[in-house]
């Protein structure tokens, strides 16, 4: 038999132990501060209906969607000279996740007589996308998500942006914060007398960032936006100042437009709050962000490191009506997502010597035979009961090798337990980074090791 060629799917990864400490910190670090403001979690399956997960992206969310091949001989009943959509859905009902926004609104739907409103969850899971791998760009990667559903106050939305500026300091990583609401940028196009174009002007220009002033226009362009309305558009999102000088400048531009003017005033609420409330992290009106997912409806968030390039690692906003597709109107909602992937890849290099202190094992026991061995597995027994990470090395093998061990591992303190140790109910405890050894009882071994 020819030998396999081994490999994973582009755009995945594998995970190394240190690798996956890091991770779980910063997992741990995002749950805990989900916790911290009243967020209870859920699960949704990884595989949805294909009718929950169509339409809801856009077209191109939905070229992205990975769809599931029916199970059985599918092939029977299908008529292969159809068209490609009709052969797509006979043979596929199912597809994988593309977020967990929309699962989450057939959830509330599906479970709304179970639910107290306002309803707030977090959920942790892996969601994907059949995008082009690039840096920082995934087809499998986790989201960590934080939504409240069943409120229109805006409360919530300054809840989040504390929520967010909550853990990057837990993190130690710089940001910023960006907002804008869609109801402004409906406005804008109103203003532009382009209404109608709503979708290609927020596609074109939540790309401004990437592609440049000049590539957006271009684009718009394509989409045949007239110059007259690209000319009009440009002095709108090339606004200059601070937040508030921004949001009185376009008060003057959109003074005509409800829906502008609507969204003009839920930012001006919003960013208020933090007149009398101090963050670690800038907030900034961004009045190019859009969002490209069709669902949202009025505040937008988007959060970038300082740090370094790379793209969004936080982002969400608004909707009004998303559970109106699954038969529920009038349940307004608004979240945001944690990019773990980007977070993960920024909080590695920013912190590339750095081991969460909540790591891995902390004492490794020397195996000397049979006997102490017996000893060192009673000690390790009663030391994971105090909370800390023991591990008795499996075979009684020359010492080096098990040292060596304890190195490649970072292990902190390795304990040498041999007959006169044991005799004398006492543990040769050695720190493994400055080497020196001490005869201890079992009492001392955690101050020392916690210390």
Known sequence: MAKQTVGIPRGTRDFMPHEMIKRNYIFHIIKSTFEQFGFMPIETPSMEN??????????????????????????????????PNKIAAAICEKGLRYDLTVPFARFVVQHRNELSFPFKRYQVQPVWRADRPQK???????QCDADVIGSDSLLNEVELILLIDSVFQKLDLSVNILINNRKILSGIAQYIGCEDKITDITVAIDKMDKIGLEKVNEELKSKNISQEAIEKLQPVICLEGNNMEKLEKLSDILIHSQTGMKGIEECREILSYFNDIHIQNQIHLDLTLARGLNYYTGTIFEVKSTQLPMGSITGGGRYDNLTGIFGLDNMSGVGISFGIERIFDIWSELHADEQPADGGTQILFINFGNKEERYALHAAMQLRALNIKAEVYPENVKIGKQIKYADSKQIPYVIMAGEEEMKAGKYLLKNMLTRNQTLVNFEDIKPIVEQ
Do not use: C, H, I, P
Request: hydrophobic letters at 30%.
């Open 50 to 83: 294909l009718s929950t997960l169509m339409g809801k992206y856009g077209e191109e969310g939905d070229r992205l969607l990975f769809k599931v091949l029916n199970s059985g001989d599918f092939t029977q009943n299908t008529d292969f000279t159809a068209s």
């Open 136 to 142: 920082g760009r995934y087809r499998e990667f986790y």
